[in-house]
C-alpha cells in the first residue's frame, strides 16, 4: 500500500466512500422502551408517529417544531418494497442522492446542497460512519432493521457536534408496543430475494425483540463504457446483505427503564475498477447500545446511553486493503421542565479508534462536548435555542449553536425563523492518509439562516421553507501542493416545498425543492446538485385493496464543476406503481414496480442505475 500512484489511490479511496465528498471540492435519543429513549411508552401509536426527538434530544411533535422535519415510518418502508435507503430517502424526504452503481454501490445523501459527508447518521442515537472516509454508508444500512427515519433538515452541531452540516437522519431500530411476529418473502427482478423474520414479546416490565433479514440481487454492471478503461467491466455485480437485531428491555423496581441492543448487518458487493479479476467488498456494519433512562424528579428525566458503532470495509482486489473504524461514545443527557417548555443539559464523549493495512499517521482522536438548549412557548410564541461547546485535541475548541423563534398565527398555522452555525471535522483521510493528506486542516464551517410556514389539520399538510446555506473552509485536494487544503466555499440558496392531503378518500402527497447551488469562488453550479427535485404520490384504499403511482424527479447536473458539456447528466423522471392485497389479518401481498418506463438515468457518471423492476412481496403478522 505504500507506493501506490495518485490513480491506485483514487481507485481504492473510491472504494472507501471517499468520492462521496461535497462538491467538486473534497476527495476527502433518545427513543425510549417502544419506539425512543425518551418517549412515554403508554403514549398511543397515533401520537408516536407524530413525535420527533432528534431535532432537539427530547419529544416535540413535528408540526410544532421550528425546523423542517421528514418521519419515515414502518408502514411507509413496506409500501416501497425492493427500493434501497438512499432511493426511500430521495422519495419519501427530498433529498438528492448520488451512487456510484445498483444495488450495494457506494451512495450518498445530500441535504440541501450540503455534502453526504455533512449529513450526520445516527442509529439509535449512536453515530455511524467511517472515521477514514468521512461518511456513512447507506448502501449497506438495511431497511430490514428499521422501524422509523427521522430526517432534520438544516444545521445541528449545536445539538449533535461535527457533521451535521446539512441536516440529520436518525434510524431507529425494529421494535413493538405489543406481542408480535413478522414473516416477509420476496422476489423481483434481477434474480432479487428477500428473507425475514422477527419475533417481539412484552409484558408490563420486559420487552425482547430479534429480527432478522436476508436479501440478494444479481445487479448489473455497476459501470458503463463512460466510466473509461480504469473502470470499466460489463460483468454483473451481485450484491447480497445479511442482517440481525437483538433488543430488550427491562423497567426496574424503582422506575429506571434499561435497555441493550446490538445489531450487525453484512454486505458484500462485487465491483469495477478495470482491473482483470473479481474484486469485491465485505462490510460489515455494527452497533452495541445500553440505554439507561430514568427520572429523578418529577420535572427531570434523565438518559444515559454508552455503547459502539463499527465500521469494517474489506477489499478484495489487485489494491486489496482493510479499513475499520470503532466508535466508542458515551451520552448523558438531561430534560427539565419548566413552566412555559423545557431545559436539557448533557456531556458527550467520543472516541474514534481506526485500524487498517494503511499505516495512518495517526489512529485515534478523541471529543468531548457539553450542550445545553432552551425551549420555551409563551402564548402563541415559541422559542428554541441551543448551544454547544467541542473539544479534539487536532483542531482545538469549536463553539456551534441555534437559535429559532416561531409564532402560531392559527391552531394549525407556525410561521418560524431559524439560523445556526455547524461544522465538520476533517476525515483521517484529509489528516492522516500516508503521503497524500494535511494534519494543518481546520474543519469545514457552516452556517445557514431558514424561514419557514407550517400547516396542518386532519385533511391538509403544507410546509414551506426557505434557506440559505454557506459552506466555508471546504476541503479539495490541491494537486499544487500535493494535499487536501481548505480551499472552496459554497452557497446554495433554495425554496423547499412539501405537503398533502387525503381529498374523496385519495392521499395526494408533493415535495419541490428550488434551489441555486453554487461554487462561490467559480460560481458554477455545485457537482452533482440538481436546481429542481422532487417528488409527487397518489394513492386510494377500495376494501381489501390498496393502490398508488408516484413520480420522482430531478433536473441536469454536472459531474464536473466546469460545467461542460460532457460532464452534464440529463434530468430525469423515474415512475412507480404499487398495489397491495390484504387477504385477512394476517397475510398481506404487495407489488412493486420501480422505473416502470425503463428510464435511462444517471446519477454518476459513468455509472448505470437499475432500469425496470418488479418486486412480489408476502408478509405475515400475528398475533
Given at each position: 500500500m505504500k507506493n501506490l500512484s495518485v490513480a491506485n489511490l483514487c481507485t481504492i479511496r473510491s472504494r472507501c466512500k471517499c468520492h462521496q465528498t461535497i462538491l467538486p471540492l473534497a476527495i476527502s435519543t433518545l427513543f425510549a422502551t417502544n419506539l425512543s429513549a425518551q418517549t412515554a411508552p403508554s403514549a398511543t401509536a397515533a401520537t408516536l408517529n407524530n413525535l420527533v426527538v432528534t431535532a432537539n434530544r427530547t419529544?416535540?411533535?413535528?408540526?410544532?417544531?421550528?425546523?423542517?422535519?421528514?418521519?419515515?415510518?414502518?408502514?411507509d418502508i413496506e409500501a416501497v418494497g425492493g427500493l434501497n435507503l438512499t432511493?426511500?430517502?430521495?422519495?419519501?424526504?427530498?433529498?438528492?442522492?448520488?451512487?456510484?452503481?445498483?444495488?450495494?454501490?457506494?451512495?450518498?445523501?445530500?441535504?440541501?446542497?450540503?455534502?453526504?459527508?455533512?449529513t450526520l447518521v445516527l442509529v439509535d442515537g449512536l453515530r455511524l460512519g467511517s472515521?477514514?472516509?468521512?461518511?456513512?454508508?447507506?448502501?449497506?444500512?438495511?431497511?430490514?432493521?428499521?422501524?422509523?427515519?427521522?430526517?432534520v433538515k438544516g444545521p445541528l452541531s449545536g445539538v449533535y457536534g461535527s457533521d451535521a452540516i446539512g441536516g440529520v437522519i436518525q434510524i431507529f431500530t425494529r421494535v413493538a408496543s405489543k406481542p408480535q411476529l413478522t414473516?416477509?418473502?420476496g422476489v423481483g427482478s434481477n434474480s432479487a430475494r428477500v428473507v425475514s423474520a422477527g419475533f417481539t414479546t412484552t409484558d408490563d416490565k420486559t420487552s425482547f425483540t430479534i429480527n432478522a433479514g436476508y436479501r440478494e440481487v444479481n445487479a448489473r454492471s455497476a459501470t458503463n463504457s463512460l466510466a473509461g478503461p480504469y473502470s470499466y467491466n460489463p460483468d454483473r455485480d451481485p450484491y447480497s446483505n445479511a442482517n440481525v437485531l437483538v433488543k430488550i428491555s427491562q423497567t426496574l423496581w424503582?422506575?429506571?427503564?434499561?435497555?441493550?441492543?446490538?445489531?450487525?448487518?453484512v454486505g458484500r458487493v462485487k465491483y469495477d475498477d478495470g482491473v482483470p479479476g473479481d474484486p469485491s467488498n465485505k462490510q460489515i456494519l455494527s452497533g452495541l447500545l445500553l440505554v439507561s433512562e430514568n427520572n429523578f424528579a418529577p420535572d427531570w428525566k434523565s438518559n444515559f446511553r454508552i455503547g459502539q458503532t463499527t465500521d469494517d470495509i474489506?477489499?478484495?482486489?489487485?489494491?486489496?486493503?482493510?479499513?475499520k473504524t470503532a466508535q466508542n461514545q458515551a451520552v448523558w443527557s438531561n430534560e427539565f421542565k419548566t413552566l412555559a417548555g423545557s431545559m436539557g443539559a448533557g456531556v458527550e464523549w467520543r472516541e474514534e479508534k481506526v485500524s487498517s493495512t494503511t499505516d495512518y499517521d495517526s489512529k485515534k482522536r478523541t471529543t468531548n462536548a457539553i450542550f445545553a438548549s432552551y425551549l420555551e412557548r409563551l402564548d402563541a410564541n415559541q422559542f428554541e435555542f441551543t448551544i454547544r461547546r467541542d473539544e479534539e485535541k487536532q483542531f482545538g475548541s469549536r463553539n456551534t449553536g441555534s437559535a429559532s423563534y416561531g409564532i402560531q398565527l392559527a391552531p394549525h398555522a407556525l410561521l418560524y425563523a431559524r439560523g445556526g452555525r455547524a461544522f465538520r471535522a476533517p476525515s483521517f483521510n484529509d489528516l492522516y492518509y500516508p503521503g497524500f493528506s494535511n494534519p494543518k486542516l481546520l474543519p469545514e464551517r457552516g452556517e445557514q439562516k431558514e424561514g419557514g410556514f407550517k400547516f396542518a389539520d386532519q385533511d391538509v399538510r403544507a410546509n414551506v421553507a426557505y434557506f440559505d446555506n454557506k459552506i466555508d473552509d471546504l476541503i479539495l485536494y490541491d494537486f499544487v501542493t500535493n494535499k487536501p487544503q481548505n480551499i472552496r466555499r459554497a452557497r446554495i440558496k433554495g425554496w423547499e416545498f412539501n405537503g398533502g392531503a387525503t381529498v374523496f378518500g385519495f392521499n395526494f402527497n408533493a415535495a419541490l425543492t428550488v434551489q441555486k447551488p453554487i461554487d462561490a469562488d467559480s460560481n458554477k453550479q455545485l457537482r452533482t446538485r440538481a436546481k429542481q427535485f422532487g417528488h409527487v404520490g397518489l394513492s386510494r384504499s377500495f376494501g381489501a385493496w390498496s393502490f398508488g403511482a408516484d413520480v420522482t424527479t430531478s433536473g441536469a447536473r454536472f459531474e464536473s464543476a466546469s460545467e461542460s458539456a460532457a460532464a452534464k447528466m440529463s434530468g430525469y423522471a423515474l415512475l412507480g406503481a404499487n398495489v397491495r392485497y390484504q387477504v385477512n389479518k394476517t397475510w398481506t401481498v404487495d407489488v412493486n414496480t420501480t422505473n416502470l418506463a425503463n428510464r435511462d438515468y444517471t446519477l454518476a457518471r459513468g455509472y448505470n442505475q437499475p432500469g425496470r423492476a418488479v418486486f412480489v412481496t408476502v408478509r405475515a403478522a400475528a398475533f
Open positions: 419529544p416535540q411533535d413535528a408540526d410544532s417544531t421550528l425546523a423542517q422535519i421528514a418521519v419515515i415510518t414502518r408502514a432511493e426511500l430517502l430521495q422519495r419519501k424526504a427530498g433529498v438528492e442522492i448520488r451512487a456510484t452503481g445498483g444495488a450495494g454501490q457506494p451512495s450518498g445523501v445530500f441535504i440541501r446542497g450540503a455534502n453526504s459527508q455533512h472515521s477514514t472516509a468521512g461518511g456513512a454508508a447507506f448502501e449497506n444500512i438495511p431497511l430490514d432493521l428499521i422501524e422509523r427515519i427521522e430526517i414473516a416477509e418473502v424503582q422506575g429506571e427503564t434499561i435497555t441493550a441492543s446490538a445489531w450487525q448487518s474489506r477489499i478484495t482486489s489487485a489494491y486489496p486493503g482493510t479499513f
